[in-house]
């Protein structure tokens, strides 16, 4: 383990996964799609972060037993068991500290514009005293802190609708300082996605067939613990 590590909470892009808000606008099949592109986006994004590890709860599927969907490489994972979604961010920062990490960032995948040179910063910024924040007008794209710090998450109520205020506030009350990143925005709309869009290259072809969900065989799962 580095001592810089990125977060992720992934789960198998079937339709019982993904956010029923992102369905109601999208259609369940479409939404799925996006789900995916906005996850592989995330990912690609990250591994260009070379100075940190990677870990990944994953949820998976029996079409979708690892993340070779999202990695032909087979990235390791560790198995989501715990369904909680704050005990499932506790224990994975839990983890990276454990494994040898003295800063880690949540990473969630909805806000396509955020940047590597982002999260290189971040981890600049953390330290004990220091709480990274890449903000939006939903949920934050990351949230950043330094191993001294892991006991702030037990505060933070995950499954709030005010979650970046509630982050914020939180932090207050701990007497730590906040460095925000620059502010981006999610994909939760049909606005959102065609800005998305229209920042891409014009080459690039949205819901191609590469990027559609697709079965892949069983294969042993690749864990890192």
């Known amino acids: 383990m580095k001592d810089h590590c990125l977060i992720f909470i992934i789960d198998a892009p079937i339709s ?3 956010d029923p808000e992102l369905k109601k606008v999208f259609g369940a099949e479409r939404a ?8 592989n986006n995330s990912y690609k994004m990250a591994k260009k972060v070379s100075s940190s590890s990677i870990i990944i709860s994953y949820k998976n ?30 224990s994975l920062f839990h983890w990276a500290f454990n494994a040898g990490a003295k800063k880690a960032i949540l990473l969630a995948n909805s806000s396509p ?9 971040s981890f600049e910024l953390i330290n004990k005293e220091t709480v990274t924040l890449g903000p939006t ?15 702030l998450l037990k505060k933070i ?14 932090i207050k009350q701990q007497k730590l300082k906040i460095q ?6 999610t994909v939760n709309s049909e606005e959102t996605l065609e800005k998305w869009m229209k920042s891409k290259d014009a080459d690039y072809h949205f819901f191609s067939q590469k990027n559609e969900e ?8 690749k864990k890192i613990f």
């Open 16 to 18: 019982e996964n993904i």
């Open 32 to 39: 799925a799609r996006v789900y995916i592109d906005l996850l």
């Open 61 to 90: 599927s029996s079409k979708h037993p690892d993340l070779t969907w999202l990695d032909e490489d087979d990235p390791g994972f560790s198995e989501a068991k715990i369904k909680n979604l704050n005990e499932r961010i506790l």
């Open 113 to 121: 514009e955020a940047k590597s040179e982002w999260i290189e910063k």
């Open 137 to 151: 007008d939903e949920n934050p794209y990351l949230f950043g802190i330094a191993f001294n710090n892991v006991n």
């Open 157 to 170: 109520n995950f499954f709030t609708g005010d979650l970046t205020d509630d982050i914020y506030e939180k």
């Open 180 to 185: 925000s990143q620059p502010k981006t925005y």
């Open 214 to 221: 697709k079965e892949h065989p069983k294969r042993d799962k």
